[in-house]
């Protein structure tokens, strides 16, 4: 406990808060073993080990596999054992064995407003934003030092004046699907600076699910952790209310070209083996569109096609029936986990196609090559990976 206040204060002082704020919610990240390893197993047992409990209502980002059923995954014997023993040190401290990305859909949603303290990339960006609830861009040890203390330091996002937009974002292209507005947020996040704050101005009527997978894509490719899009995020009302009645310190125009920029460099040329979506994880109106497009089809032979979600939602689309469509076409519904995080490159692919840009940015990286990836909208993936 020490050691983890000292953590906070140290942060603290660098990032000059005048004191620490109590927080009811965190989000933990560092929970796949394939990439936190051997040292934070050992650093979370030995927490467990001394009986130290969180103050939070706190869950867990996606582990390395599905919990329940990693055997029908392909996950090696090893690893789950593992995998296992880090939840289960997680689960002692009292952080919920929920795995997920998108804990505001899985029972774990902050207020407008609310201080939290949360690890993932994509939900930091997406609860700044798009819930106008407010927390830092927290590493993992961090996250878990304030989930144990029940504070965070008062910096950074958390104050108004760091909220307002800098970035005016001139979007000239109408975006046709989900995959074009994670290649318009993929392409922001490279272009701008960690500190800095996008304002989309040209984005007229982003679903949900669009801007979850902006929020992914600009978190991965940069270090967005927030963006504003006028009349549509809560705190900006319009675009001068976006600036804070500022000006934008600068500008940047996104064309056609740049987004096609985007596609040619996250684009595969081997044939996939797994089609994976839901990253972040899939909300409840996803796995029902994977549901419907799958209807009357059955994904070729030589491809796996994943869809990804928390319990929560998996529990809801199995009583819809949804699972039991994608089943029935050849797919399947995992929880608890990603095709980023999963160790995939040992369970042998080669190739993923994605509707989501930060997959596609990441497998590469995270398999040292060894597995290649393509962004496409989730309907491509179906034409090209389903037949009737
Ligand atoms: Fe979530 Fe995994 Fe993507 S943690 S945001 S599905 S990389």
Redesign the pocket.
Known sequence: MAKSMKLLVTLGELNGAEKLVPIKRSQVAGVSYKTVGEPTLNLVESMAAEKLSVKTNATL??AGMDLGRWRSMGIPEAFAEKQLRLCKAYESLGVKPLCT?TPYLAGNRPRRGEIVGFA?S?AIAFVNSVIGARTNRHGGLDALSAALVGRVPLMGYLMNENRRGNVHVKVDIKPRDEADYAAIGYFVGKKIRADEIPVYDGLCAPSFKDMKLLS?ASAASGSVAMFHIPSITPEAKNLESAFGGDKPASKLEITGRDVWSVYEELSSSREPDLVAI????CSLQEVREVSKLLSGKKVKDGIKFWV?TSPSVFEAAEKRGYVRNIVSAGGDVFVNT?M??MPIEDMGFRSVYSN?A??AF?IPRMTNGRCESRLLSLAECVRLCAKA
């Open positions: 980002n996606p990305c993932e994509s992914a839901g990253c972040p994880h990804f990603c980023v995080v989501s930060k997959a990441y």
